[in-house]
């Protein structure tokens, strides 16, 4: 198999505190891993791209103060929301792929994060 | 501009009926072009690739450079096909294992 899981599957946290999600590969090594985001009704966003041991690499318009992310070991990589604000509020999915095949993403079942 | 385009949000068939989802890209290199499914209540999964040219679950997909396009077909629907079906675009941005996600397709099988 190729498990990912996310942690908090669910989250409500009040404006201007940060909340940490945590996406896991469970079976395998992950040296690559990627966060994504998305709003209702609408299809997934790559925010950024976390390699093992260096910093993510966040796609335009992605704030990185903003959006912190660490993969400090080849089955974790974390992404924490700072100061979060409502507009923050969103279906955050993250996805892994296996080290040496790196044309197969396998994604986390998601964290919805609602911002009040 | 990199772009993957899913023109219809939804599409509701008949069982038992033929399945064309519509998938276009642009893209200046080579692509790779994938489809991802959805299921209810489930994470995102890979159904096929292109250059594996493989059948999954009764649906292929061929890429058509020429009018830049990968839509997915399945010649007779089933009720458990429903789900959200997403055609991605591997290559951009110089990275070969980014993925570009088209807006989606939600596919409706009814009895």
């Known amino acids: 198999g190729a498990v990912v899981s996310q942690h908090p599957s669910r989250v409500i946290c009040k404006s201007g505190t940060s909340v940490k999600i945590e996406c896991r590969s469970l079976?395998?090594?992950?040296?690559?891993m990627f966060w994504y985001r998305q709003f209702p009704k609408q299809s997934l966003m790559l925010m950024a791209t976390?390699?093992?041991?260096?910093?993510?690499?966040?796609e335009q318009g992605v704030e990185k103060d903003k959006f912190l992310i660490n993969h400090a070991s080849l089955t974790l990589s974390t992404l924490t929301v700072t100061s979060a604000h409502p507009e923050d509020s969103s279906f955050y999915i993250c996805?892994?792929?296996?080290?040496?095949?790196?044309?197969?993403?396998?994604f986390g079942p998601g964290t919805r994060l609602t911002v009040l | 501009a990199q772009r993957v385009t899913q023109p219809e949000k939804l599409l509701s068939v008949f069982k038992g009926a033929p399945v064309e989802l519509k998938c276009n890209y642009s893209y200046s290199g080579s692509p790779e072009l994938f489809w991802y499914v959805q299921y209810s209540r489930q994470r995102l999964q890979l159904l096929l690739r292109h250059i594996s040219r493989e059948s999954i679950k009764g649906f292929t997909a061929d890429l058509n450079k020429g009018e830049t396009s990968f839509h997915l077909k399945k010649p007779f629907a089933q009720e458990e096909d429903s789900a959200m079906y997403y055609c991605?675009?591997?290559?951009?941005?110089?990275?070969?294992?980014?993925?570009?996600f088209g807006t989606g397709t939600l596919l409706a099988v009814q009895p």
């Open positions: 976390s390699n093992e041991g260096s910093k993510a690499t966040y």
């Open positions: 079976d395998f090594q992950a040296t690559t």
């Open positions: 996805s892994a792929s296996k080290a040496g095949i790196t044309d197969t993403q396998y």
């Open positions: 991605a675009l591997s290559g951009y941005g110089g990275a070969t294992n980014k993925l570009i």
